[in-house]
């Protein structure tokens, strides 16, 4: 466990043990391991065709304020606006 840590790239776990007060400093890769999460957005790519190539796709307006927003980025062929 290293004495000084960024919180910029790390979460700091906090619990109760058996013996008190336990904290852990968690990193990115602890969290979300890069080949984990690579597989991850592969199979997710799969789902989006297989369940969404047929699909027509047309800008939905917030369900919140109604506003139809400014597109921010493209992913997996959805286009995301806020
Ligand atoms: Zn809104």
């Known amino acids: ?3 000084r840590h960024s919180v ?3 979460v700091v776990l906090v619990g109760r043990g058996w013996d008190g007060l336990m904290t852990a400093w968690l990193t990115e890769d602890d969290i ?3 080949d984990l999460f690579a597989a991850y957005l592969e199979l997710v790519g799969l789902d989006v065709d297989a369940y969404f190539a047929d699909t027509d796709r047309r800008p939905i307006a917030c369900p919140a ?3 139809a ?7 997996l062929g ?5």
């Open 32 to 34: 979300r391991p890069a």
């Open 65 to 67: 304020c109604d506003n």
């Open 69 to 75: 927003g400014e597109p921010v980025f493209a992913k």
């Open 8 to 10: 910029l790239d790390s």
């Open 78 to 82: 959805f286009d995301f606006r806020e």
């Open 1 to 3: 466990m290293p004495l």
